[in-house]
């Protein structure tokens, strides 16, 4: 017996508008009963989702086989179903099935359905055979195939052949600070997709908010999705689609290797784990593939993300607070006393000081509430505030708030896991009464009894420590963490040294701030000195590029240094660490203090000892543009 004998064109349905296996088994049912293969369409309803709860029939590289022998069945027959961008039938390999192949078979002794699904089988596993199937336009065409199949005359058309997919990507791109890695990667990934003619959407959610908004049409419309974050996003809306999770680095360094995965069909199906408005559990910790580590950066740096503006606002117009009293005042006639306060002396600074000092406040508890949310949602919120908010009364300061952050998301989730059991007419009430009174109550014995303590007597000794560190040191150390900074360029090294410096800043260190600062200014300023003087190493391109890094080093932006770091690694870090770690060195070294977190060139004039700070700057990137030309002569002999 052919195929075609048990396929009747009234049973077959192109390019299909179903949303997911529940709809495509309810599709085939249907039409195996306009074959009229039927006795009884329920029951062979009945005994297909049966057949499904054995085992999934979704098999690997989009193809899906419903089948049972049932008593609902009259004789054997077929049913297809075409669905071109494909849906989640849980599959074995986790792929879209694009090609459904329903099978009716009565309930007799006879195996014919198991020699029809062999045959069937075999024939797809043909990669231009399936194809041809699924881009098939007219019934007609369809049994066509099949029959030129069986009989050994199958020839592919040319049309299928040489056929190139229209691909249609979206993407989503975000880093912490949401100023440069998450414009460089959305600029990459368009770059790279236009090459290649793909269709591509990014929506990039930076400092400013999300822009270039993902539409539920296109989300649904989309042959793959790519999240590069180093933060959590909203993702509930991709459920059911293709999602490729990676590293906003990755978008800028990784582009076409994220294309080739949107493209290829392999993506696994990405689910999401939100159970209600009230109360989710972070989609991206559910994903496989991320570490413990990795989660854990991308909750810090959610919380880290909605500090920095409290951070860079507060900071800077304490900053501005210091200058007007510096212009106002002769620091050398203030007696001991007013030098204490200086910065609050004349009226206009010190409401400049408190204004900033009261932005400075909030810092800590939105530190920790933003990490408990990452982790437990908006559960987590009100008690990771409060977290925060304890560990600015009780000494334990930044560290004190970032571990109160961890503590209060475990707790929520703990708190969810132990109540998810209670009766319905209580779930309610759980977001709103029992997540906040236990967690609230729990971090507050926690901050109190277990984190203050230790991590308050930690502070106290290590700003006993550095004040009583003599010079030499002091320089290793500035060498050090401004080293950091250039190392990933804004990744997690160049963050741990970044947020350590803003921890110090709160304490009133400005030290560590000055040659964090200057550290993240050299490697985008060191490319731009070795394009301009060492021009014959660059490309034409490479050489536009680096004067616009003049730009993005004066403004703090280190990220503009990772289009050369990217093309070049072993060359081009060494050489910016090289120089950071000058800069580092010679702000320590020449006492330089800046009481801003952020703003390169233009919180300079706060800056104590601005000229010798800009020597250092200066010293850093000649360094570390001299450095970068020799290795690239070296590399070319």
Same mark, same amino acid.
């Given at each position: 017996m052919k195929i075609t004998d048990l396929l009747k064109k009234e049973c077959i349905e192109l390019d299909a508008k179903i949303r997911n296996k529940s709809e495509a088994i309810e599709k085939l049912v249907e039409l195996i009963d306009k074959g009229g293969f039927l006795k009884d369409k329920e029951q062979y309803k009945k005994d297909i989702l049966a057949r499904e709860k054995i085992g999934t029939t979704g098999l690997a590289d989009g193809i899906a086989t419903p089948h049972a022998k049932s008593s609902g069945v009259?004789?054997?027959?077929?049913?297809?179903?075409?669905?071109?961008?494909?849906?989640?039938?849980?599959?074995?390999?986790?792929?879209?099935?694009?090609?459904?192949?329903?099978?009716?078979?009565?309930?007799?002794?006879?195996?014919?359905?198991?020699?029809?699904?062999?045959?069937?089988?075999?024939?797809?596993?043909?990669?231009?055979?399936?194809?041809?199937?699924?881009?098939?336009?007219?019934?007609?065409?369809?049994?066509?195939y099949i029959d030129d199949k069986e009989n050994g005359n199958f020839q592919v058309a040319d049309s299928i052949k040489n056929a190139e997919k229209n691909y249609f990507i979206l993407a989503v791109t975000a880093c912490p600070t949401g100023i440069a890695h998450t414009y460089m990667?959305?600029?990459?990934?368009?770059?790279?997709?236009?090459?290649?003619?793909?269709?591509?959407?990014?929506?990039?959610?930076?400092?400013?908010?999300?822009?270039?908004?993902?539409?539920?049409?296109?989300?649904?419309?989309a042959d793959g999705i790519i999240i590069a974050a180093d933060k959590n996003v909203e993702t509930k809306r991709f459920d059911g689609k293709q999602v490729i999770f990676a590293k906003v680095a990755d978008g800028i360094n990784k582009p076409d290797e994220l294309l080739d995965k949107a493209i290829s069909g392999d993506a696994p199906i990405f689910h999401s784990q939100e159970k209600d408005s009230d109360e989710k559990i972070s989609d991206v910790e559910k994903i496989s593939h991320e570490s413990l580590g990795r989660r854990a950066y991308k909750h810090l740096?959610?919380?880290?993300?909605?500090?920095?503006?409290?951070?860079?606002?507060?900071?800077i117009l304490i900053a501005i607070a210091f200058l007007i009293d510096g212009m106002a005042i002769d620091i050398n006639s203030l007696t001991t006393e007013q030098r204490g306060n200086f910065g609050s002396i004349t009226p206009v600074a010190k409401f400049f000081k408190d204004t900033g000092g009261l932005a400075f406040n909030f810092m800590l508890p939105i530190l920790s509430g933003y990490i408990?949310?990452?982790?437990?949602?908006?559960?987590?919120?009100?008690?990771?505030?409060?977290?925060?908010?304890? @560990?600015?009364?009780?000494?334990?300061?930044?560290?004190?708030?970032? =571990? %109160?952050?961890?503590? /209060? +998301?475990?707790? $929520?989730?703990?708190?969810?896991?132990?109540?998810?059991?209670?009766?319905?007419?209580?779930?309610?009430?759980?977001?709103?009464?029992?997540?906040?009174?236990?967690?609230?109550?729990?971090?507050?014995?926690?901050?109190?009894?277990?984190?203050?303590?230790?991590?308050?007597?930690?502070?106290?000794?290590?700003?006993?420590?550095?004040?009583?560190?003599?010079?030499?040191?002091?320089?290793?150390?500035?060498?050090l963490i401004a080293g950091m900074m250039a190392i990933d360029m804004g990744g997690p090294i160049n963050k741990a040294a970044y947020v350590? @410096?803003?921890?110090?800043?709160?304490?009133?260190?400005?030290?560590? =701030? %000055?040659?964090?600062? /200057? +550290?993240?200014? $050299?490697?985008?300023?060191?490319?731009?000195?070795?394009?301009?003087?060492?021009?014959?190493?660059?490309?034409?391109?490479?050489?536009?590029?680096?004067?616009?890094n003049i730009i993005l080093g004066l403004s703090f932006i280190t990220e503009g240094a990772i289009p050369f770091a990217a093309a070049d690694p072993l060359r081009v870090i060494p050489s910016c660490v090289i120089g950071s770690a000058l800069a580092g060195a010679l702000v320590m070294m020449f006492g330089c203090t800046l009481p801003a977190p952020h703003g390169g060139i233009f919180v300079v004039p706060t800056i104590g000892n601005p000229m010798m700070y800009l020597v250092s700057i200066f010293a850093g990137a000649t360094l570390g543009a001299i450095s970068l030309g020799f290795l690239k002569n070296h590399s070319q002999k």
């Amino acid at each position: 017996m052919k195929i075609t004998d048990l396929l009747k064109k009234e049973c077959i349905e192109l390019d299909a508008k179903i949303r997911n296996k529940s709809e495509a088994i309810e599709k085939l049912v249907e039409l195996i009963d306009k074959g009229g293969f039927l006795k009884d369409k329920e029951q062979y309803k009945k005994d297909i989702l049966a057949r499904e709860k054995i085992g999934t029939t979704g098999l690997a590289d989009g193809i899906a086989t419903p089948h049972a022998k049932s008593s609902g069945v009259k004789s054997a027959g077929l049913a297809v179903m075409t669905i071109p961008k494909g849906i989640d039938f849980d599959s074995m390999d986790e792929k879209p099935a694009r090609l459904f192949f329903a099978i009716a078979a009565p309930n007799n002794d006879d195996d014919e359905h198991m020699i029809i699904l062999t045959k069937l089988v075999k024939m797809i596993m043909d990669e231009e055979f399936k194809e041809s199937l699924i881009q098939s336009t007219t019934k007609e065409e369809f049994l066509k195939y099949i029959d030129d199949k069986e009989n050994g005359n199958f020839q592919v058309a040319d049309s299928i052949k040489n056929a190139e997919k229209n691909y249609f990507i979206l993407a989503v791109t975000a880093c912490p600070t949401g100023i440069a890695h998450t414009y460089m990667a959305a600029e990459s990934l368009e770059q790279h997709a236009k090459k290649r003619n793909i269709k591509i959407k990014v929506e990039t959610d930076g400092s400013g908010g999300a822009q270039n908004v993902l539409t539920a049409e296109e989300i649904e419309n989309a042959d793959g999705i790519i999240i590069a974050a180093d933060k959590n996003v909203e993702t509930k809306r991709f459920d059911g689609k293709q999602v490729i999770f990676a590293k906003v680095a990755d978008g800028i360094n990784k582009p076409d290797e994220l294309l080739d995965k949107a493209i290829s069909g392999d993506a696994p199906i990405f689910h999401s784990q939100e159970k209600d408005s009230d109360e989710k559990i972070s989609d991206v910790e559910k994903i496989s593939h991320e570490s413990l580590g990795r989660r854990a950066y991308k909750h810090l740096m959610n919380g880290v993300s909605h500090m920095l503006p409290l951070v860079v606002g507060g900071g800077i117009l304490i900053a501005i607070a210091f200058l007007i009293d510096g212009m106002a005042i002769d620091i050398n006639s203030l007696t001991t006393e007013q030098r204490g306060n200086f910065g609050s002396i004349t009226p206009v600074a010190k409401f400049f000081k408190d204004t900033g000092g009261l932005a400075f406040n909030f810092m800590l508890p939105i530190l920790s509430g933003y990490i408990a949310m990452s982790m437990s949602d908006r559960p987590g919120l009100a008690v990771g505030l409060v977290g925060g908010a304890l @560990s600015n009364e009780n000494g334990s300061g930044f560290l004190g708030a970032l =571990i %109160a952050g961890f503590a /209060a +998301g475990f707790l $929520v989730n703990q708190i969810k896991s132990a109540t998810e059991n209670l009766p319905k007419t209580l779930a309610g009430v759980r977001p709103i009464l029992i997540y906040p009174v236990f967690g609230i109550l729990l971090i507050a014995v926690i901050c109190t009894l277990i984190i203050g303590p230790p991590i308050s007597e930690l502070n106290h000794w290590l700003i006993d420590i550095l004040s009583e560190t003599d010079s030499s040191a002091k320089v290793m150390m500035g060498a050090l963490i401004a080293g950091m900074m250039a190392i990933d360029m804004g990744g997690p090294i160049n963050k741990a040294a970044y947020v350590t @410096s803003v921890g110090f800043l709160t304490h009133g260190n400005y030290f560590f =701030i %000055a040659a964090s600062m /200057a +550290g993240g200014m $050299v490697p985008p300023l060191a490319i731009a000195f070795a394009t301009i003087f060492f021009k014959s190493k660059f490309s034409k391109e490479e050489r536009k590029s680096g004067l616009a890094n003049i730009i993005l080093g004066l403004s703090f932006i280190t990220e503009g240094a990772i289009p050369f770091a990217a093309a070049d690694p072993l060359r081009v870090i060494p050489s910016c660490v090289i120089g950071s770690a000058l800069a580092g060195a010679l702000v320590m070294m020449f006492g330089c203090t800046l009481p801003a977190p952020h703003g390169g060139i233009f919180v300079v004039p706060t800056i104590g000892n601005p000229m010798m700070y800009l020597v250092s700057i200066f010293a850093g990137a000649t360094l570390g543009a001299i450095s970068l030309g020799f290795l690239k002569n070296h590399s070319q002999k």
